[in-house]
Nanobody, 122 residues
């Protein structure tokens, strides 16, 4: 499985960004977004099932971020609204080719993208 993220950038607080992740190779079932700020551990942001009908969010982004998948499930999106400086991090796309419950643990995902930087200024 190969995952490629795009869409990061530098924005101001309260702005919006949409991240994309394109999956190629083996079919990816559950997919998720994680982020990592300098000096901090990688943290869960959101996850979505293959069908797109199941979603799971971290409390810190609930109500501001929306995860979705394209028809055919090869592309995943993260719509980020009302961004805050605390959202500044490198955002990683993750995928699991094995079907199962959505998880917030990085160890449950076997495929990872290279990351895309999101910087939110105050």
């Amino acid at each position: 499985v190969h995952l490629l993220e795009s869409g990061g950038g530098l924005v101001q607080a309260e702005d919006s960004l949409r991240l994309s992740c394109v999956a190629s190779g083996e079919t990816v079932m559950n997919m998720g977004w994680f982020r990592q700020a300098p000096g901090k551990e990688r943290e869960f942001v959101a996850a979505i099932t293959w069908s797109g009908t199941g979603t799971y969010y971290a409390d810190s982004v609930k109500g501001r971020f929306t995860i979705s998948r394209s028809i055919g499930a090869t592309t995943m999106y993260l719509q980020m609204d009302r961004l805050e400086p605390e959202d500044t991090a490198t955002y990683y796309c993750a995928g699991d080719p094995v079907e199962g419950p959505l998880s917030h643990w990085p160890s449950e995902y076997s495929a990872w993208g290279q990351g895309t930087q999101v910087t939110v200024s105050s």
